[in-house]
């Protein structure tokens, strides 16, 4: 996946792109390494390129809350290019991770040079800010089913043409109990009644949704 595809660059012209691609780092991580750390320093902007992460935060007792799992052409950190804050989350490596870094100093050089850039980025981030603003107040309005359906739903892919959509990711119970803030029984007793009424059933460790969700549980 390359930087012209991700959509915070969307509207930059191919220069442009060009300077931002020759201004940035290319950097390898490991399974299970931990890419930045929640309080650290923000000094740069991430693309992933190949791989996934998970963005999480983690309570006083140490128990971890997975804000979103991230693939190729997804980003984070981009708030480190416009003001001087720390990281307020953690990420870490699922699999082996490609990604490519900006870091501020180099990015505010280029800004000096191209306004452009400067107005693009900003209608691009706004949007984004809007959207995390939506999803955030959605999940605060709904209870613990509405959040798993939530968290299906936005997982699941077509399979056949029955119309039923699978999860290629493989979930555990406690990974999405981690998603919706919620306990690991409570997550097994929604798919457990959702498996029964034949809404979903789970081939291994993926969950095939065989038809429409209820809305309310």
Same mark, same amino acid.
């Given at each position: 996946?390359? /930087? ?6 969307? #509207? ?13 780092? =290319? ?6 390494? =931990?890419?930045?750390?929640? +309080? ?10 190949? +791989? ?16 979103? @799992?991230?693939?190729? +052409?997804?980003?984070?950190?981009? @708030? ?10 953690? =990420? ?24 452009? &850039? ?10 984004? /800010?809007? *959207? ?6 959605? @999940?605060?309005?709904?209870? =613990?089913? +509405? ?15 029955? #119309? ?5 990711? *493989? ?9 919706? #803030? ?8 929604? @798919? ?7 809404? &979903?059933?789970?081939? #291994?460790?993926? &969950?095939?949704?065989? *038809? ?6």
């Amino acid at each position: 996946m390359s /930087i012209e595809n991700v959509d915070l660059f969307d #509207g930059l012209s191919p220069d442009e792109i060009r300077l931002l691609r020759d201004t940035s780092i =290319v950097r390898e991580f490991a399974k299970n390494t =931990v890419l930045i750390h929640e +309080g650290d320093v923000a000094d740069s902007l991430f693309v992933v390129e190949s +791989g996934r992460v998970k963005v999480y935060c983690s309570d006083k007792g140490g128990k971890d809350f997975v804000l979103n @799992l991230l693939e190729a +052409g997804d980003y984070f950190g981009e @708030l480190a290019l416009l003001d001087d804050d720390r990281r307020s989350a953690s =990420v870490r490596a699922m699999e082996p991770t490609t990604v490519r870094i900006i870091y501020k100093e180099d990015f505010k050089s280029i800004l000096d040079l191209h306004p452009n &850039i400067t107005r693009i980025l900003n209608k691009n981030l706004t949007r984004r /800010i809007r *959207k995390l603003t939506n999803d955030v107040k959605s @999940l605060a309005l709904q209870d =613990v089913y +509405g959040r798993v359906v939530k968290v299906l739903t936005n997982l699941a892919e077509p399979e056949d043409e029955d #119309g039923s959509m699978r999860i290629q990711e *493989k979930l555990t119970q406690q990974e999405i109990a981690d998603r919706v #803030g919620s306990s690991r029984e409570m997550v097994a007793r929604i @798919l457990k009644d959702l498996t029964i009424g034949e809404y &979903i059933e789970v081939d #291994g460790r993926h &969950i095939v949704i065989k *038809k429409k969700l209820p809305e309310s549980y």
